[in-house]
């Protein structure tokens, strides 16, 4: 399935057989929901620069994004946690892929067990004009009010904030400001690899370019070729319009690092929104703030590799590297930063094409009997996450006496990974642990 088409049917609402007419009209639904989130983004950004905050709007609040941060370093497993979440911005870099220097901080924050729900969608389902004063009510319905939900809710997989109830603290105005900088600073940041793979935007005219820029507020991009910065423009625009629709997860780094794709190939900015909040009902988990998502994976890949090699599971023990945080960073952005940018597409399309297949209700026989070893599962990535630390077992055991070493070895594969290898290996595992797994789960 090309690209393009799996982001649409995989995350855009509608299925292969809808017709014409219905898509159209569904798409003509999001362009509006989305130009009414750009419309709040661009209202609060001048808001901001006025001293407004979300609290003289009768807004909750929170602590503060610092405060959050600073009760993080504190938690029972922050040396670990923040260990592998450095990953993220690691300085480490394979010299074949150009990475973007983030060193934006740790942002996973800790959960304060309190509870939101989405923003107001039924106010995203009408037109608005651009007044002064329309726009004041959209701020104002931006983030939600607090209420209590049921605690298994936010322990599933697929969810978006649309339709299940998140557990959280209330993201204050010095949150979303902090996110708009982060967001900035990344967008800025991000890498030139997806130059190649997308002829008219990277030749996209300056003046273009310069005006995108200024729209979102971007700023220190002189030094930027011309589709370097429009491509950080979308960046910010999509990236900010998210964390009003998201405000339980916001921004957090690594996400620029997943929607880089997205718009390389989506030139509307309203689709490539909606691809990325489809992309994101999966990937959210990974950057919830109590970290349920990331550590039920992490979990996984432990389970996979102690069922696969023993002796490496017995070395990791001892090592106490079982939790397998070293690889924390490679299930976060699904392996953005240890592949290219054309593996990168490689490996998604495989696993949207396992979860496609799930969907369709295609059984474990009928895989078989169009000749597929494997079966689908919605946990190829863990597979794939657990293959490329097997298949440096050896060099794990023989030589490395810390959890330390051992994720910076997973830092430094970025550039040296062949993707084949790695979705053959991942099958086989598939083929030999996939019920086993499942069965423990």
Same mark, same amino acid.
């Given at each position: ?73 504190? $938690? #029972? &497993?922050?040396? @670990? /946690?923040? +260990?592998?979440?450095? %990953? ?8 074949? !892929? ?61 969810? $978006? #904030? &649309?339709?299940? @109830? /998140?557990? +959280?603290?209330?993201? %204050? ?8 900088? !982060? ?259």
């Amino acid at each position: 399935m090309p690209f393009t088409t799996a982001f649409e049917v995989l995350n855009h609402g509608y299925d292969l057989h809808s017709s014409k007419e219905e898509r159209d009209t569904i798409k003509t639904q999001k362009r509006k929901e989305y130009e009414k989130l750009r419309r709040q983004c661009r209202r609060l950004l001048k808001r901001g620069k006025e001293g407004f905050s979300f609290n003289e709007a009768n807004r909750l609040s929170c602590d503060g994004y610092s405060e959050c941060l600073a009760q993080d370093a504190h $938690s #029972p &497993s922050s040396e @670990e /946690v923040v +260990s592998a979440r450095e %990953s993220l911005s690691s300085g480490e870099r394979s010299p074949e !892929i150009e990475y973007s220097d983030n060193h934006s901080g740790a942002l996973l924050e800790s959960d304060s067990g309190r509870r939101i729900t989405n923003a107001d969608a039924s106010t995203l389902d009408t037109d608005s004009s651009d007044s002064d004063s329309s726009e004041e009510q959209e701020v104002s319905q931006t983030f939600p009010a607090m209420e209590e939900s049921d605690a298994d809710m936010a322990c599933k997989e697929d969810s $978006s #904030p &649309s339709r299940t @109830e /998140v557990s +959280s603290k209330f993201h %204050s105005d010095e949150d979303f400001a902090s996110w708009q900088r !982060i967001i900035r600073l990344d967008a800025v940041r991000a890498n030139a690899e997806w130059i190649p793979y997308s002829p008219s935007q990277a030749t996209v005219l300056e003046a273009r370019a310069r005006r995108s820029a200024e729209a979102v507020g971007l700023k220190d991009y002189d030094h930027l070729e011309p589709c370097r910065i429009f491509h950080a423009s979308r960046l910010v625009a999509i990236l900010e319009a998210y964390a009003l629709y998201d405000p339980e997860i916001g921004y957090c780094q690594g996400m620029s690092d997943i929607l880089s794709p997205i718009i390389t190939v989506i030139t509307e900015d309203h689709e490539a929104f909606w691809c990325f909040v489809g992309f994101m009902r999966k990937a959210r988990h990974n950057f919830r703030l109590d970290e349920v998502g990331i550590r039920r994976q992490l979990s996984i890949v432990s389970k996979i590799i102690k069922s696969k090699d023993s002796h490496l599971y017995r070395h990791l023990e001892k090592l106490q590297a079982e939790d397998c945080f070293f690889v924390y960073r490679m299930v976060v952005v699904l392996f953005r930063r240890e592949l290219t940018f054309e593996q990168t597409i490689c490996l998604w399309e495989v696993m949207w094409a396992d979860q496609a297949a799930i969907r369709a209700g295609i059984s474990k026989s009928a895989w078989g009997r169009i000749r597929q070893r494997a079966p689908p599962t919605d946990d190829l990535l863990l597979y794939a996450v657990a293959a490329s630390v097997l298949q440096r077992r050896k060099l794990i055991i023989e030589k490395y006496s810390s959890m330390d070493e051992i994720l910076r070895e997973c830092n430094s594969m970025a550039g040296h990974l062949d993707v084949w290898k790695l979705l053959d290996d991942a099958h086989d595992l598939v083929v030999t642990l996939h019920d086993k797994i499942e069965t423990s789960l």
